[in-house]
């Protein structure tokens, strides 16, 4: 019993704490099964897909579904989704970090405007602009490429933002010594800022490419061949009610594709969670 | 704003606000500034223009004046999609508001495992609609799905129109409840131990100092997670097209949906432009009427 109340103390519980203890890490369980379910599913083999109980560990590990999977154009998919992300995050990051160094560093006139006009407008939904922009790269030919994907998305204001607030908080000394060496503003930046912004750099990198990776309805729009959409375009055909493959295979297959989709994020989320939550919350609390 | 002051002396020596101005930050800005313009504040302003005309895809916008606003209020398809949106709205946003503050009052114990916790509780919303809206489909399926199984119950939680919207809702808390959670987290941490220590030592329940002390201090986080939920509520589009695509008979469709559905797949694209201005427009009151409470509550 006294170990049992040591060990409480050390953690700072009593034993009242104990019920919304196990309600919490019940929840937190719950709140991750989809994703143990997910994986489980796509392991099994076709016959223990769908059963009479809930069955949580495959009986035997198969990659039957993932074969499947790659029936489809799936790797080029996923080729697609890897260009378009990178690319997209990169010049996202890039023109985000030279605005937000401008606008928070350099002196001036209408830099005020400028900032003001660019947060006014992240109340501006992204859905609102996705029609306009259809038609107009419609009528410019600019559709079914890896350029007409990516472009709308490369001035991301909270990439700006980020570093904006990086750079407010930047010491002027550094700057103004590589200036007296006679560096020009622009050396002075990608020699010398940049490099040190490494912490907005990591943030800005893992919100884009993550919004990158996961952007749905444009890349829905604008992609009209098999051959060019990314992966969560592609793999939404596994959905019963907007493709077949479902009704034809099961769910195993579904649950292959959905697993691969989610590989990359979830790695990156896993990996980098302090600067996600970081970078969450820099950009959403006080913005 | 602050107009120019700057004063002529010599090359190098204009002013403004009484500092030499940096050139080169037009150079630095102008890169981010060109696409924003096209592709944010052009797109808008093009979009405006479109929703007063007719446009199919091919052949020249046909300037028809109010007729797609006068179709869209008459339309009883759309009607529909604008009050699901709403009911979508009155399920998601106390689901996932409620939820995250609880969640992160838990993960902000740092009791053991609080780690997983934290991890667990945010792990959706990293994932694309694609993701989410499969993974559900496949839990709430009548007869196999895992829900069901384990409430013992045969509902047909995406192919009646009575539980669709339910269905897509859930998975929806789901996935959005990510934001919610580290916001308020983040909000929690920022508080100092010492006031909920003094609340304990002047003998406060576990309730009453949530009630009384944690909850007041949040309610500029609670304020903003409320409105950016229900904007993105607003929005909503991508689960709906992954797991019902809008039915059964449209008892599951979203404003955006219908705009995707019967505006860009049946190429009305100056009607579907009309909508989405629409729907711009309520976004933007809600975000003017909560910028007005906030400020009056500070």
Redesign the interface.
Known sequence: MSAVRRYLKA???TVV?VP??IL??L???L??A??I??VS?SLKPREQ???R??EWLPSSVVIDNYVKVFEQPVARWALNSFIVSIAATAIGVL??A??G???AR?????????FG??LA?L???T??????????F?NVGLTDNYVAIV??S??S?FS?YIFRQFFLGFPKEIEDAAAIDGA???GT?FRIALPLARAPAIAATILLF?AN??A??WP??IVFTEQMKT???G??Q?????GAHTQISG?GP??A??TL??IP??G???LL?RY??EG??RS??KG | MHQAVGARRGRHRITWQGARIDWSGYAFVLPFVVPFLLFTIGAILFGAFVAFTDWGIVGQPEWVGLKNFQEALSDPLLGKAFFNTFRYGLIVVPGVTILGFLFALFVNQRWPGYLFARFAFYAPNVVSATVIGLVWVWMLDTQFGIVNQYLGLRIPWLTSTDWALTGVSIASIWWDLGLAFVLFLASLQEIDPEVKEAAMIDGASRWQSVRYVILPLVRPVLSLVITLQVISTLRIFSQVHVMTNGGPASASSSVIHYIYNFGIIKFRLGYASAIALMLFVVILVITIVHRRVIRERI
């Open positions: 953690h700072r519980m704490d919304a203890w919490g890490m929840a937190s369980v709140w991750i989809p994703f379910w997910m599913t897909v769908m059963t109980y809930v023109l985000g030279m605005a160094y401008a606008l350099l002196h001036f006139p209408g830099k005020r405007l400028v006009v660019l407008s109340m501006i939904p859905e609102m602009s996705v029609v306009p922009l259809y038609i107009a419609l472009l709308p490369i001035a204001v700006m020009s503003r622009l930046f993550t990776w996961n749905y309805l829905l729009l992966l969560p375009v793999v939404a596994f959905a019963p009610v907007t769910f579904a649950m594709a959905v989709l989610s994020s979830l990156v989320f896993l969670q996600f939550i969450v919350t959403g609390i």
